[in-house]
């Protein structure tokens, strides 16, 4: 039940894109992004819902395609501080409300 | 503005002790939930709570106990603490889990069994 993310690992330097994908096998209500630094917890970056609207973050970007179920993350010229692991997530489930979390991409941009 | 706070942050368990983490948050949220995070495995939802009261399996249930006498506290037991269980332990709550929704993060826990 867990999405999965692609990739697991991304090196960049400064200035340079990345995208990162989530796929989950279970119906995308809504999907949402966070990014955690190394020994502190997932701060939320954004959330996606269905029709397209968008709630969150103004420098990146992200897509959501309900009928793949998936979305995918658009980092554009990264900045050092964009370094972390990033988890999409969410999810509901006929047997009540769960928010699950995907397997988490580490993401390093380096000078 | 205290948000999520998790106690203790740090802890070592020999294996077979008993212990309980709890999770207390100031915002009213409805929903609580908890995670264990551990290299590669991202977070696996463990119970979950949709209300004072009331408590559910997550993915990865098993070894833990869950109680939510207080709307504000979502405490996790461990009856018999075992070395897979090392790991580091996230509290989250959202108001409702609605599409608008974002979840609160406690600071973490991070658990040694030996």
């Known amino acids: 039940q867990q999405p999965v993310q692609s990739p697991q690992a991304v090196i960049l330097r400064e200035g340079e894109d990345a995208v990162i994908n989530c796929s989950s096998s279970?119906?995308?209500?809504?999907v949402h992004w966070y990014r955690q630094k190394h020994g502190e917890a997932p701060v939320f970056l954004m959330i996606l819902l269905k029709g397209g609207e968008q709630k969150g973050h103004d420098k990146i970007s992200a897509s959501f395609n309900e009928k793949k179920q998936q979305s995918s993350l658009y980092l554009t010229a990264s900045q050092l501080s964009y370094s972390g692991t990033y988890f999409c997530?969410?999810?509901?489930?006929?047997?009540?409300?769960?928010?699950?979390f995907g397997t988490g991409t580490s993401l390093t941009v380096i000078p | 503005n205290a948000g999520v706070t998790q106690t203790p942050k740090f802890r070592v368990l020999k294996t077979g002790q008993s212990m309980t983490l709890l999770c207390a948050q100031d915002m009213n949220h409805e929903y609580m939930y908890w995670y264990r995070q551990d290299p590669g495995m991202g977070l696996r939802l463990i119970h979950y709570s949709v209300g004072e009261g009331t408590t559910a399996k997550g993915e990865v249930p098993d070894g833990y106990n869950v109680s939510r006498l207080k709307k504000q506290n979502f405490l996790l037991g461990l009856e018999s603490a075992a070395p897979s269980q090392t790991s580091v332990y996230f509290c989250?709550?959202?108001?409702?889990?609605?599409?608008?929704?974002?979840?609160?993060f406690g600071q973490g826990t991070r658990l040694t069994v030996v």
């Open positions: 997530g969410t999810e509901k489930t006929n047997t009540g409300n769960q928010f699950y």
């Open positions: 989250a709550s959202t108001p409702t889990v609605d599409q608008n929704t974002e979840a609160f």
């Open positions: 279970k119906a995308l209500y809504s």
